[in-house]
């Protein structure tokens, strides 16, 4: 994940659920219990979906 962002050159924010106890509970407001959960805006990606996320990062194409 952090890999494709970073190609694209898509800013991203890094949070360990492992580490930071915060990011935790945040994640299980959201009712998740698995990694990666990527936020753009209103919508939610579970795993790694390369296709959805281009299409919302508006980038569909240019890979």
């Keep these: 994940m952090k890999e494709f962002l970073s190609q694209k050159g ?3 924010t890094e949070r360990d659920v492992s580490q930071d106890e915060e990011a935790l509970r ?13 936020l753009i805006d209103d919508e939610m990606v579970v795993g ?3 296709r959805k996320l281009e299409q919302l990062l508006g980038s569909e194409g240019e890979a």
């Design 48 to 50: 790694f979906d390369p």
């Design 26 to 38: 945040e994640l299980e407001k959201l009712g998740m219990m698995t990694t990666p959960v990527t």
């Design 10 to 12: 898509i800013p991203f």
